[in-house]
């Protein structure tokens, strides 16, 4: 088979998403977040929703999504996405709000943000990317890290007697009545990113809907942060994370 | 038909004037002394009428972040609090300021540091207009001395606002805000439609079109060569705005010997003073900035020139006389004569400082 016969379209068997660009990501290989941007990129596209989305970015390792899905962008201070979020959607309804947060934007700085935007049952869909650690500064402690887990600064491991314990925001969202769709999810496997996408265009769905607030927990790698191989931090997170961060819906009405 | 005039507090004159100016969404906290504005527009529920949105935040952090992301709709988006409130709402002011994004802020000061009292203060000068927040930015500050200029002034603000694409602030006191005056409130204005936005602000984000780039709004720019020319474009824009928007009043300047330099409630006070000075035979005028940012400095200078003294008002330990004595650069002498933590001079208590600091 030479080249001409390999390059025909009945031949392709993945794309790059129409949505995505082609400005040089600053992503680590192997980490989650490549294959969540080509998902909320994709989704948006088969929704034929690039006119009527924006998009609020973090602080953090994905503080330049908007480098990369050629959408309307926001990019917000540290943890402060979903008060950004609020307003838009407040002021443009029919449009789809989402944010894209790590966990030390969502569930740490972010925190009281986060929690009033979902009791208000606010009509966004938000994208969280947990890998228990702060990628984007260097690998310190997250509010998510595992016990014993370590990080810069928790270099002999999280102390939870010091340092406090995981904090499975997910489950405290869950609780609220404004939030219609809180799930867990993961990209580690094809399975699982298919998951993950139908649970995405959930959210988004929900959103456009105006049926409340939507949280997608990515539970997902840090390879570099981790100081792993990809193939490694994922086998990782199967062992460690998931039991803490159990994958499945907290809550989907 | 006859003027459509009413009596009301100066916070509830923002509250008015906002809704009849076509604001599209109120974002805020309570606070003393200004919770009229939330309460008033919670009442008159302007999203039955025009459908402005309003909403109370979980804190002062969130409010101001809305203000961000209503702003960067192209909409115009506002929020108001009291001086502790604009001290957490200052993170939000500096991402908009470098993300040049148009917005009002009210602050009805009330006596600080800290806590403080709930009483009426003019000591948030100095954060509002040398900075507050961090990197180097500006802040459009207008400081009304009636109930009339509350109302008149949210206009104001939101059209330099939106022409310098800058936040601009309403810098008041509990004075301003609490008392009740007459006003003329603003002509009905309808809120523009998401098409008129789209032709007035080509940068907002409200959805990506076939037609151009993707609309990003954000302050973040890593390479510091670019970061240098986005810090020289903002500095220019701020020679245009000190060059062109420069507000005041001059009150029985005229003849006078002496000038007074205040604004808004210790402007008001001093109006009074004069009528005491000049029945002593003592002629005083009064220089009122306006705009506080920019600062009147020029027409301070000329006065540099053509007074022996001057004695600046403050509700505060001594702010502005710092930007009125570079104004005057050492051509003649710049007293202070301030009330603290939120006590208020009387116009007795004026006139006794003009003579003991300025008149020999």
Same mark, same amino acid.
């Given at each position: 088979m030479d080249k001409n016969q390999i390059i025909r379209?009945?031949?392709?068997?993945h794309a790059k998403p129409?949505?995505? #660009?082609n400005n040089h990501m600053h992503y680590c290989p192997g980490c989650s977040h490549g294959v969540v941007h080509k998902l909320v990129a994709e989704v948006i596209k088969e929704l034929g929703l690039q006119e009527k989305t924006i998009g609020i970015a973090p602080v953090?390792? =994905?503080?330049?999504a908007y480098n990369y899905i050629d959408i309307d962008w926001q990019e917000a201070a540290h943890g402060r996405a979903p008060a950004l979020a609020t307003a838009v959607k407040r002021l443009l309804p029919d449009k789809m709000v989402f944010t894209y947060q790590g966990d030390g934007d969502l569930?740490? $700085?972010g925190t009281a943000e986060t929690i009033h935007a979902a009791n208000r049952g606010e009509d966004i869909a938000i994208i969280f990317i947990n #890998?228990? $650690?702060?990628?984007?500064?260097?690998?310190q402690m997250a509010p998510t890290t595992l016990k014993n887990m370590k990080t810069s600064?928790?270099?002999?491991?999280? #102390?939870t007697q010091t340092?406090?314990?995981?904090?499975?925001i997910l489950d405290l969202l869950a609780l609220?009545?404004?939030?219609c769709l809180a799930t867990r999810v993961s990209v580690h496997s094809a399975a699982a990113v298919k998951k993950t996408k139908r649970m995405i265009r959930l959210a988004f769905e929900n959103s456009l809907a105006g049926k409340g607030t939507s949280i997608v927990e990515v539970v997902s790698t840090c390879n570099a942060g981790w100081k792993m191989t990809p193939a490694a931090a994922n086998d990782w997170m199967v062992e460690n994370m998931f039991p803490v961060y159990p994958i499945g819906d907290l809550k989907n009405i | 038909m006859s003027e459509e005039i009413v009596l009301m507090k100066g916070n509830e004159a923002i509250a008015h004037a906002a809704i009849r100016y076509g604001v599209d969404g109120y974002f805020g906290y309570p606070i003393t002394p200004q919770s009229e504005i939330i309460e008033t527009l919670m009442e008159v529920a302007p999203w039955k009428t025009t459908g402005m949105v309003v909403l109370q935040a979980e804190s002062e952090v969130a409010a101001i972040n809305m203000v961000y992301g209503g702003a960067a709709c192209g909409k115009y988006a506002m929020t108001s609090s009291s001086s502790p409130g604009i001290s957490l709402k200052q993170e939000g002011i500096s991402y908009m300021a470098g993300a040049e994004l148009p917005a009002l802020i009210v602050n009805v000061q009330r006596g600080?540091?800290?806590?403080?009292?709930i009483q009426p203060s003019q000591a948030d000068y100095f954060q509002t207009v040398k900075?507050?927040?961090?990197?180097?930015y500006k802040l459009i500050t207008l400081a009304p001395n009636s109930v009339q200029e509350m109302a008149d002034f949210v206009g104001l603000a939101f059209e330099l606002a939106f022409k310098y694409r800058n936040p601009a602030m309403i810098l008041t006191d509990g004075v301003i805000g609490q008392m009740m005056e007459k006003v003329k409130l603003p002509a009905w204005q309808q809120r523009r439609s998401e098409q008129e936005i789209r032709e007035q602000?080509?940068?907002?984000?409200l959805g990506k079109t076939a037609d151009r780039k993707p609309n990003i709004i954000t302050?973040?720019?890593?390479d510091s060569a670019a970061m240098e020319k986005n810090n020289e474009r903002f500095q220019a824009k701020y020679r245009v705005v000190e060059a062109t928007e420069v507000r005041y009043e001059e009150i029985k300047?005229?003849?006078?010997?002496y000038l007074l330099v205040a604004f808004g409630s210790a402007a008001r006070i001093c109006q009074k003073t004069i009528d005491l000075a000049r029945k002593e035979g003592i002629k005083v005028g009064l220089v009122r900035p306006i705009t506080l940012w920019p600062f009147p400095t020029e027409v301070l200078y000329a006065y540099g020139g053509r007074v022996k003294g001057m004695l600046t008002v403050e509700l505060? =330990?001594?702010?502005?006389v710092e930007d009125v004595r570079l104004a005057v650069n050492g051509q003649i002498p710049v007293a202070h004569y301030g009330r603290l933590g939120g006590i208020v001079p009387t116009p007795e208590g004026v006139l006794a400082a003009l003579k003991e600091k300025v008149v020999h």
């Amino acid at each position: 088979m030479d080249k001409n016969q390999i390059i025909r379209p009945e031949n392709l068997v993945h794309a790059k998403p129409e949505l995505m #660009n082609n400005n040089h990501m600053h992503y680590c290989p192997g980490c989650s977040h490549g294959v969540v941007h080509k998902l909320v990129a994709e989704v948006i596209k088969e929704l034929g929703l690039q006119e009527k989305t924006i998009g609020i970015a973090p602080v953090g390792c =994905a503080v330049f999504a908007y480098n990369y899905i050629d959408i309307d962008w926001q990019e917000a201070a540290h943890g402060r996405a979903p008060a950004l979020a609020t307003a838009v959607k407040r002021l443009l309804p029919d449009k789809m709000v989402f944010t894209y947060q790590g966990d030390g934007d969502l569930a740490a $700085i972010g925190t009281a943000e986060t929690i009033h935007a979902a009791n208000r049952g606010e009509d966004i869909a938000i994208i969280f990317i947990n #890998n228990g $650690i702060y990628g984007m500064t260097g690998g310190q402690m997250a509010p998510t890290t595992l016990k014993n887990m370590k990080t810069s600064t928790s270099p002999e491991g999280r #102390n939870t007697q010091t340092m406090g314990n995981p904090l499975k925001i997910l489950d405290l969202l869950a609780l609220l009545d404004g939030v219609c769709l809180a799930t867990r999810v993961s990209v580690h496997s094809a399975a699982a990113v298919k998951k993950t996408k139908r649970m995405i265009r959930l959210a988004f769905e929900n959103s456009l809907a105006g049926k409340g607030t939507s949280i997608v927990e990515v539970v997902s790698t840090c390879n570099a942060g981790w100081k792993m191989t990809p193939a490694a931090a994922n086998d990782w997170m199967v062992e460690n994370m998931f039991p803490v961060y159990p994958i499945g819906d907290l809550k989907n009405i | 038909m006859s003027e459509e005039i009413v009596l009301m507090k100066g916070n509830e004159a923002i509250a008015h004037a906002a809704i009849r100016y076509g604001v599209d969404g109120y974002f805020g906290y309570p606070i003393t002394p200004q919770s009229e504005i939330i309460e008033t527009l919670m009442e008159v529920a302007p999203w039955k009428t025009t459908g402005m949105v309003v909403l109370q935040a979980e804190s002062e952090v969130a409010a101001i972040n809305m203000v961000y992301g209503g702003a960067a709709c192209g909409k115009y988006a506002m929020t108001s609090s009291s001086s502790p409130g604009i001290s957490l709402k200052q993170e939000g002011i500096s991402y908009m300021a470098g993300a040049e994004l148009p917005a009002l802020i009210v602050n009805v000061q009330r006596g600080g540091p800290g806590l403080g009292t709930i009483q009426p203060s003019q000591a948030d000068y100095f954060q509002t207009v040398k900075g507050g927040g961090h990197g180097d930015y500006k802040l459009i500050t207008l400081a009304p001395n009636s109930v009339q200029e509350m109302a008149d002034f949210v206009g104001l603000a939101f059209e330099l606002a939106f022409k310098y694409r800058n936040p601009a602030m309403i810098l008041t006191d509990g004075v301003i805000g609490q008392m009740m005056e007459k006003v003329k409130l603003p002509a009905w204005q309808q809120r523009r439609s998401e098409q008129e936005i789209r032709e007035q602000c080509p940068w907002a984000t409200l959805g990506k079109t076939a037609d151009r780039k993707p609309n990003i709004i954000t302050s973040l720019e890593l390479d510091s060569a670019a970061m240098e020319k986005n810090n020289e474009r903002f500095q220019a824009k701020y020679r245009v705005v000190e060059a062109t928007e420069v507000r005041y009043e001059e009150i029985k300047c005229d003849d006078a010997d002496y000038l007074l330099v205040a604004f808004g409630s210790a402007a008001r006070i001093c109006q009074k003073t004069i009528d005491l000075a000049r029945k002593e035979g003592i002629k005083v005028g009064l220089v009122r900035p306006i705009t506080l940012w920019p600062f009147p400095t020029e027409v301070l200078y000329a006065y540099g020139g053509r007074v022996k003294g001057m004695l600046t008002v403050e509700l505060n =330990a001594g702010q502005m006389v710092e930007d009125v004595r570079l104004a005057v650069n050492g051509q003649i002498p710049v007293a202070h004569y301030g009330r603290l933590g939120g006590i208020v001079p009387t116009p007795e208590g004026v006139l006794a400082a003009l003579k003991e600091k300025v008149v020999h």
